[in-house]
């Protein structure tokens, strides 16, 4: 585990957890939800950030952070790309049902930022274009972790 933030004692926790295939491209997605969850509350919230192997090991992992009760909301980030051995579409659509039962399961919001392209090739061209895509999707997950935390919040003080 590697803590985004350094006083997390007094601050509300999001764990991020990153898929290590194509680290270079998922950590892009760390770094702007990171950045726009600090923009967004005014640094009111730590992330904690957390190593899976790959995507598959994702949602196991993010039921095991959920069940500690420490966490606000849980962010799992992959990149799933066509290895030529497995369908890619699969393991990406696996990987998102399983992260949703985990939210229903531990009634903890689970985000996910698991991408998988159409088509991806290792050129530079390419990198370039996903190392951009996963910073605009941190963006993104940041946006729709801290909307949702306010909705469940309203619904709470309604209730």
């Known amino acids: 585990m590697n803590q985004s933030s350094e006083d997390t004692q007094e601050k509300k926790l999001v764990a991020f957890v990153k898929a290590r295939w194509h680290a270079d491209i998922v950590d892009q997605c760390h770094t702007a939800f990171v950045e726009e969850m600090d923009r967004l509350t005014q640094g009111g919230f730590a992330v904690e950030v957390f190593e899976a192997p790959g995507a598959f090991e994702i949602p196991l992992l993010a039921r095991d952070l959920a069940k500690t009760g ?6 799992g980030s992959a990149f799933v790309v066509n290895g030529g051995i497995y369908r ?5 659509e696996t990987v998102v049902a399983a ?12 985000f996910s930022a698991v991408l998988t392209p159409h088509n991806f090739h290792e050129s530079e061209e390419h990198r370039q ?31």
Not at 88 to 92: S, T
Not at 99 to 110: A, F, H, R, S
Not at 129 to 150: N, P
């Open 99 to 110: 992260l949703m039962q985990v939210q229903m399961e531990t009634d903890l919001p689970v």
């Open 70 to 75: 420490r966490y606000q909301a849980i962010v």
């Open 129 to 159: 274009f996903f190392h951009q895509h996963f910073r605009v999707k941190g963006r993104e997950a940041a946006a729709a972790c801290v909307e949702m935390l306010a909705a469940r919040e309203a619904v709470k003080q309604a209730a």
């Open 88 to 92: 890619h579409e699969f393991v990406a």
